[in-house]
């Protein structure tokens, strides 16, 4: 079946710790996304890249990295440097950015800082 | 700029009763328009989308019309279930907004037996 799979699903990071969470699609879409959701504030765009080797930064790309080497995967890595990293991350992908084009996300990863 | 304002949740409804989410919008141009679900813990699927004015979006029995007139796309469906208790998200789509999907902050619904 084509989908968007997220991995792991549940990470837990120690203080200062990067940490990678790993999203790959198989459904020959261009465009891929990473979101960060946090209760009450709805989804807030992180990184997005349009073709293989070229990203741009999102809304909240601080303490955040990405990379885009090969078109069906997208990881993202948490930094340090990224203060409050507890959240529940969403990536997701769609054929190319345009008007109209459904945007399809995996099931989400949740991240929590002991 | 572009913005999608939701109405707040939460929504609690007695199983079978009429369901309306309001959701406006503020955009320059001819925005596509879209309704996402997030069931608990999951992610996102999207479940309906307009993309010109007077379009009218329909997926499992709900509905939304694109009016430019309200610049409103309000969610309805006529007998809610169980299975619809869910996070319900609008969204935007304009080209000259760098190409980007801008959101709503999502409204709970929560439908009682």
């Known amino acids: 079946d084509g989908g968007i799979t997220q991995s792991p699903k549940y990470l837990f990071r120690k203080e200062g710790q990067n940490v990678t969470l790993s999203c790959e699609q198989n459904?020959?879409?261009?465009?891929m996304y990473w979101y960060r959701q946090d209760p009450g504030q709805g989804l807030r765009l992180i990184y997005y890249?349009?073709?293989?080797?070229?990203?741009q930064k999102g809304d909240i790309a601080e303490g955040y990295s990405v990379s885009r080497e090969k078109k069906e995967s997208f990881p993202l890595t948490v930094t340090s440097a990224q203060k409050n990293p507890t959240a529940f991350y969403l990536c997701?992908?769609?054929?190319?950015?345009?008007?109209?084009?459904?945007?399809?996300f995996g099931e989400g990863s949740w991240l929590t800082v002991v | 700029g572009n913005s999608v304002t939701q109405m707040e949740g939460p929504v609690t409804l007695s199983e079978e009763a009429f369901l309306t989410i309001n959701c406006t919008y503020t955009?320059?141009?001819?925005?596509?328009l879209f309704w996402y679900v997030q069931y608990p813990g999951e992610g996102l699927q999207l479940l309906l989308k307009?993309?010109?004015a007077d379009d009218k979006g329909s997926n499992k029995g709900f509905e939304a019309t694109y009016r430019k007139e309200t610049t409103s796309f309000h969610l309805e469906k006529g007998s809610v279930q169980v299975s619809d208790s869910a996070v319900y998200f609008c969204?935007?789509?304009?080209?000259?907004?760098?190409?980007?999907?801008?959101w709503g902050l999502g409204t709970s619904l929560a439908v009682n037996p």
């Open positions: 955009a320059t141009g001819y925005p596509s």
């Open positions: 459904l020959n879409h261009d465009a």
């Open positions: 969204a935007l789509y304009n080209a000259g907004n760098n190409r980007k999907l801008i």
């Open positions: 307009a993309t010109k």
């Open positions: 997701a992908s769609s054929i190319s950015q345009g008007p109209g084009n459904t945007i399809y």
């Open positions: 890249s349009q073709i293989v080797n070229d990203f």
